[in-house]
């Protein structure tokens, strides 16, 4: 997040490719550690089923957005399919808990 509000902080001139070489340095210089963080994010990863479908749900929802920019006269009807789907499933999900 850091690093992200340094990107996004307003500067001028040659304080933008100071920030960039500070930026770069400080990845260069901890890089065991973030090394270190992507390795223990993914052993993470491996053994937790729920943050897998998680990624998976994150992805959809990119590629609905990313696809309803660009047709959005076909993404309206799968929107409405999609919808009546989710209602069904509700509905059995409902009607079998009362059995």
Do not use: C
């Not at 890089?31 to 749900?57: E, L, P, S």
Request: proline fraction near 3%; aromatic fraction near 16%; charge should be positive.
């Amino acid at each position: 997040m850091i690093l992200h509000a340094a990107v996004n902080f307003p500067t001028k001139g040659i304080y933008d490719f100071l920030l960039l070489a500070v930026m770069a340095a400080i990845l260069i210089l901890f890089r065991h550690r973030w090394v270190r963080m992507v390795q223990d994010f993914y052993d993470g990863w491996i053994g937790n089923g729920w943050k897998r479908a998680a990624f998976g749900a994150a992805t959809v929802a990119i590629i609905l957005i990313v696809g309803f920019e660009r047709w959005p006269a076909a993404s309206i009807p799968l929107a409405f399919l999609g919808l009546a789907i989710a209602l069904f499933v509700e509905f059995r999900d409902r009607r079998n808990e009362r059995s």
